[in-house]
């Protein structure tokens, strides 16, 4: 394609709009009374080149218009998420497909059909994500490299088109008298502008960097959905549950057999009106009734030594005590343990007496580790006791046999065989809480309930997460870039010297008050004439129109 | 302590209310017209709205030594505290462009705001395990921060509407417009309503069976104009339900819905009524003499500086303390959802002022919708939606 010369001399490559030099308009705003000055008027590929396949996707995603919508779409399609709890948030015991038509009708069903109840990680919801950071990425350097290139190249003497289309635009007649400058140039340089003059013309220019703002939040955003995205990378990210009984030892999952965690202690703490210190909670706590005050495991980390072969007892060390709270995870090495649930008295074991069902003689007690039970517990001295079946969460199933429904003794059942002097062969018992049973025939002996000892679970999450650092710089970058782009304003005043006139031009990308007050102050005590925003006067010519309007 | 707290919330309610009057009497005279010449009357409306927000200062320190934890930790709390923000950011708004019209609507706009925070339980709560970290003063304060800049940028674009919108003739616009201040008379309407049955003690209770079929018992504090699915009053002299609403629908929140659009249909009607005007119309008078591209500045300005504010609070600061206290940075908690799709809103707001050019009456109603988010977000995702938030 062939490049543009302008006037000055200056050559522009195909497209530019505004000569990157002087300023002169190029392309065809000349009508406009005011040029668009955005990007410069520099030649943006998506708005010069547009036969191809790749021209047309890649305008299609520089759009400011396709970013727009992608952003509204994806703000509805996140708002719909909240309408009724995604799948992670429903009880874990429910069924999804039956949870959401039971919880909410027929439209619990539709929207489960619709599959909105995992509409985070639907297909559709990570395209228009992903479309959204490639919209990012395409329309920043369709932007950013013309944008800076005219800048870097800006010339200091403009074309008076170029002047008198500005927003901000001013001439002072010299008549016969001269106006000396630099106080002018004085004022602006103590309001930080940077001066540079060419043939008397001046180019005041202030805050050119807030210009790059929005490309470096851009790249803040693009790196952060990157981090994300490397989640699903296999090593990235670990998140699994651990649950430890009190005084249970375990391999952390996750770590491949590398760590081990122990837990020596679960407490709940709740608040106390009757302790002084939660005395001002008092009302609250009358109303909502108990609220927790700490959840807390302490534990013991162990890391394994050397490489364990499979049967081989691992040797472990101890690593460090800790005592885990929400809000205060154990870290080590990459991994992080968070406290996040825990089971109160869950039965740990239970003792029996065996007697003589008609005298109630002893025998000697068993004392039963309801998550270790033993084959075989001998007693007095010719008496011992079997355990032929072990059910720890018992229940009859559908045949009225005896079967349990998980490893967790919610409710333990127990085949014993009871061996005695009298009864060598042995007495089988059944027994459950509250139920025993004598299948085969009429006991001279039972075991005779003796009491249970309870100990508290902890659950832990394990985590590994190596993205967050990308996150967090992802962030960082976006938080500056989206300061930067904020907080400052470039702003540019172009004065220039005539034969019999001085025409002063101004330029900000935003808060044109702030401008205005700048060329305000700058000109203070010269006898320069203010500058005029030519957008007011145009609106307060038409009033009357824009009220009706 | 406590009580000492109240006070000053008390006394800091009073200023904003004189403070709204002097910004009244500001905008009467005529040299308030002026933009940089601030008349006596404004000096002292803003000498008042520091004061009480001095006073609101004192409020927030007292209670958080009695509470012994920063007192943004349950809606009342986090309410008083955006109100509170609010009137900062309008200080901060009002020194960068001296505009008295924007106190007297910026102000009545916090006071409703404390107003219907204070129609929420004010006891002091103790910290549950998630909420005990420091991270609990940064990101909630700052998100407030942001938000009540944001806010901002609401209130000049209202300001902008009822001067912009004409009013001789009845169009979409003119629709619109009074459909926020019908909103906002509804505020008052439920604020009037719940206090005063508050000030009697009413109290019905009800028998009636949830969605699982399983009886309970449900208290309500406004006439049940609805009533709970089969509920039956246990108490014989209150007002009988005039329907029974499916188990589905939580039917003590919109019975106080529904009294709430009914206290502000009459409020409403009452003005219109009175006025026989458009309440807009009603207004108009008083903003003729505001500039409108300086709102329209202040609306993108306060935009423009709290959306930085916003991101660091809501979504950096809340991602980093997710990551802490529940092992993962974002989870899709509805209220995390909705800071995003704040978020994303104001990112198109800027887009299209910066690239689209949508200036002046676009840019306002933009204003007014991300207002709307924000207190959507505020209320109805804390009180409707359950979620990990819904700590109140």
């Given at each position: 394609?062939?490049?543009?010369?302008?006037?000055?001399?200056?050559?522009?490559?195909?497209?530019?709009?505004?000569?990157?030099?002087?300023?002169?308009?190029?392309?065809?705003?000349?009508?406009?009374?005011?040029?668009?000055?955005?990007?410069?008027?520099?030649?943006?590929?998506?708005?010069?080149?547009?036969?191809?396949?790749?021209?047309?996707?890649?305008?299609?995603?520089?759009?400011?218009?396709?970013?727009?919508?992608?952003?509204?779409?994806?703000?509805?399609?996140?708002?719909?998420?909240?309408?009724?709890?995604?799948?992670?948030?429903?009880?874990?015991?429910?069924?999804?497909?039956?949870?959401?038509?039971?919880?909410?009708?027929?439209?619990?069903?539709?929207?489960?059909?619709?599959?909105?109840?995992?509409?985070?990680?639907?297909?559709?919801?990570?395209?228009?994500?992903?479309?959204?950071?490639?919209?990012?990425?395409?329309?920043?350097?369709?932007?950013?490299?013309?944008?800076?290139?005219?800048?870097?190249?800006?010339?200091?003497?403009?074309?008076?088109?170029?002047?008198?289309?500005?927003?901000?635009?001013?001439?002072?007649?010299?008549?016969?008298?001269?106006?000396?400058?630099?106080?002018?140039?004085?004022?602006?340089?103590?309001?930080?502008?940077?001066?540079?003059?060419?043939?008397?013309?001046?180019?005041?220019?202030?805050?050119?960097?807030?210009?790059?703002?929005?490309?470096?939040?851009?790249?803040?955003l693009i790196i952060f959905l990157i981090g994300a995205l490397l989640r699903s990378v296999p090593g990235m990210y670990i998140d699994k549950v651990v649950w430890l009984r009190e005084g249970e030892r375990k391999e952390i999952p996750g770590t491949n057999g590398e760590y081990y965690l122990k837990n020596n202690e679960f407490t709940l703490e709740v608040y106390d009106k009757g302790n002084?210190?939660?005395?001002?909670?008092?009302?609250?706590?009358?109303?909502?009734?108990?609220?927790?005050?700490?959840?807390?495991?302490?534990?013991?980390?162990?890391?394994?030594?050397?490489?364990?072969?499979?049967?081989?007892?691992?040797?472990?060390?101890?690593?460090?005590?800790?005592?885990?709270?929400?809000?205060?995870?154990?870290?080590?090495?990459?991994?992080?343990?968070?406290?996040?649930?825990?089971?109160?008295?869950?039965?740990?074991?239970?003792?029996?007496?065996?007697?003589?069902?008609?005298?109630?003689?002893?025998?000697?007690?068993?004392?039963?580790?309801?998550?270790?039970?033993?084959?075989?517990?001998?007693?007095?001295?010719?008496?011992?006791?079997?355990?032929?079946?072990?059910?720890?969460?018992?229940?009859?199933?559908?045949?009225?046999?005896?079967?349990?429904?998980?490893?967790?003794?919610?409710?333990?059942?127990?085949?014993?065989?009871?061996?005695?002097?009298?009864?060598?062969?042995?007495?089988?018992?059944?027994?459950?809480?509250?139920?025993?049973?004598e299948p085969l025939g009429e006991n001279?002996?039972?075991?005779?309930?003796?009491?249970?000892?309870?100990?508290?679970?902890?659950?832990?999450?394990?985590?590994?997460?190596?993205?967050?650092?990308?996150?967090?710089?992802?962030?960082?970058?976006?938080?500056?870039?989206?300061?930067?782009?904020?907080?400052?304003?470039?702003?540019?005043?172009?004065?220039?010297?005539?034969?019999?006139?001085?025409?002063?031009?101004?330029?900000?990308?935003?808060?044109?008050?702030?401008?205005?007050?700048?060329?305000?102050?700058a000109i203070e005590s010269t006898s320069l004439s203010e500058p005029t925003d030519q957008l007011e006067e145009e609106k307060s010519s038409t009033k009357g129109e824009v009220l009706n309007g | 302590m406590a009580e000492i707290s109240s006070n000053f919330l008390y006394a800091a309610f009073l200023l904003y209310l004189v403070a709204t009057f002097l910004f009244g009497g500001s905008i009467k005279d005529k040299r308030g017209a002026e933009e940089k010449k601030q008349n006596k009357w404004a000096k002292l409306a803003i000498s008042v709205t520091i004061l009480g927000f001095a006073a609101q200062i004192g409020y927030f320190i007292t209670r958080w030594i009695a509470a012994g934890h920063a007192p943004v930790s349950n809606l009342f709390e986090f309410t008083t505290f955006f109100g509170m923000m609010l009137v900062g950011a309008f200080i901060l708004i009002y020194f960068l462009y001296k505009t008295p019209a924007l106190g007297l609507f910026a102000l009545p706009i916090a006071l409703l705001i404390i107003a219907y925070a204070s129609m929420f339980p004010t006891e002091i709560s103790p910290l549950i395990p998630a909420l005990q970290s420091d991270w609990l003063h940064i990101h909630v304060t700052t998100a407030a921060a942001g938000q009540s800049i944001l806010a901002i940028s609401f209130v000049a674009a209202i300001i902008y509407l009822v001067k912009f919108v004409d009013q001789t003739h009845s169009s979409k616009r003119t629709f619109w417009l009074e459909v926020i201040m019908f909103t906002l008379v509804s505020t008052i309407g439920f604020v009037i309503i719940t206090s005063t049955f508050a000030a009697l003690d009413y109290k019905a209770n009800f028998d009636w069976i949830d969605k699982k079929g399983a009886a309970d018992k449900q208290e309500y504090n406004l006439p049940a104009l609805v009533g709970p699915h089969e509920g039956k009053l246990i108490e014989a002299d209150r007002f009988e339900p005039l329907v029974s609403m499916p188990a589905i629908i939580n039917a003590k929140k919109l019975n106080t819905v529904l009294w709430s659009i009914g206290a502000g249909l009459i409020l409403y009607g009452l003005i219109r009524l009175i006025a026989r005007k458009r309440v807009a119309a009603l207004i108009k008078p008083i903003v003729k003499n505001v500039n409108l591209s300086l709102l329209d500045e202040i609306s993108y300005r306060s935009v423009l500086i709290g959306f930085p504010i916003f991101?660091?609070?809501?979504?950096?600061?809340?991602?980093?303390?997710?990551?802490?206290?529940?092992?993962?940075?974002w989870g899709w908690d509805p209220k995390e959802v909705w800071a995003l799709i704040t978020w994303l809103f104001y990112a198109a707001f800027l887009h299209l002022r910066m690239s689209k050019g949508w200036q002046g009456e676009k840019s306002a109603w933009l204003a007014v919708i991300g207002f709307a988010i924000m207190i959507f977000n505020l209320i109805f995702v804390n009180l409707v939606i359950a979620g990990l938030h819904s700590y109140a």
């Open positions: 394609m062939k490049e543009v010369k302008c006037d000055c001399g200056h050559i522009n490559p195909f497209g530019t709009k505004i000569c990157g030099k002087c300023g002169m308009v190029l392309g065809s705003e000349k009508e406009n009374k005011l040029i668009d000055m955005r990007y410069e008027g520099s030649a943006r590929r998506s708005q010069t080149y547009k036969k191809t396949i790749v021209d047309k996707i890649w305008n299609f995603f520089s759009s400011v218009k396709v970013g727009v919508t992608l952003i509204v779409i994806a703000l509805i399609a996140s708002a719909v998420g909240t309408i009724l709890p995604q799948e992670m948030y429903i009880p874990s015991t429910a069924t999804p497909a039956e949870h959401y038509e039971l919880e909410y009708g027929w439209f619990g069903k539709v929207y489960y059909e619709l599959g909105f109840h995992n509409l985070y990680s639907s297909w559709w919801y990570l395209i228009i994500i992903g479309m959204l950071g490639i919209s990012l990425l395409i329309a920043s350097i369709d932007r950013f490299f013309p944008l800076y290139r005219s800048l870097k190249k800006q010339g200091i003497t403009r074309h008076d088109g170029f002047m008198k289309r500005q927003r901000i635009y001013g001439v002072t007649k010299l008549d016969d008298h001269d106006i000396n400058l630099d106080k002018v140039k004085a004022g602006l340089k103590r309001q930080r502008y940077h001066i540079r003059e060419e043939n008397g013309h001046i180019l005041a220019e202030k805050n050119r960097f807030s210009r790059w703002g929005p490309y470096v939040n851009h790249i803040g002084k210190e939660d005395e001002q909670y008092s009302a609250a706590i009358d109303k909502t009734g108990t609220i927790a005050k700490t959840y807390q495991s302490d534990v013991t980390l162990y890391e394994r030594k050397g490489d364990a072969l499979p049967g081989e007892k691992v040797d472990l060390e101890e690593v460090k005590d800790y005592k885990i709270k929400v809000n205060e995870p154990l870290k080590h090495d990459h991994y992080s343990l968070y406290q996040v649930d825990y089971k109160l008295d869950e039965l740990s074991t239970m003792a029996f007496n065996l007697i003589n069902k008609k005298t109630e003689e002893k025998f000697g007690g068993v004392k039963i580790d309801l998550n270790n039970p033993q084959k075989r517990y001998e007693l007095n001295k010719g008496y011992s006791v079997d355990l032929i079946s072990y059910f720890p969460d018992f229940e009859f199933d559908d045949k009225g046999e005896p079967r349990t429904i998980s490893k967790i003794p919610n409710n333990p059942a127990f085949i014993f065989k009871m061996h005695t002097p009298d009864k060598p062969e042995g007495e089988v018992s059944f027994v459950a809480i509250k139920e025993t049973a001279t002996y039972k075991m005779a309930f003796n009491g249970v000892e309870t100990q508290d679970v902890t659950a832990l999450t394990v985590r590994k997460d190596l993205t967050l650092w990308i996150l967090f710089t992802g962030g960082i970058i976006f938080m500056v870039g989206v300061v930067q782009g904020s907080y400052w304003n470039h702003r540019r005043i172009w004065i220039k010297r005539k034969q019999d006139e001085i025409v002063m031009a101004g330029h900000t990308n935003k808060n044109w008050h702030g401008i205005k007050r700048d060329i305000k102050k | 991101t660091l609070g809501a979504l950096v600061f809340a991602m980093i303390w997710a990551q802490v206290a529940w092992t993962r940075f």
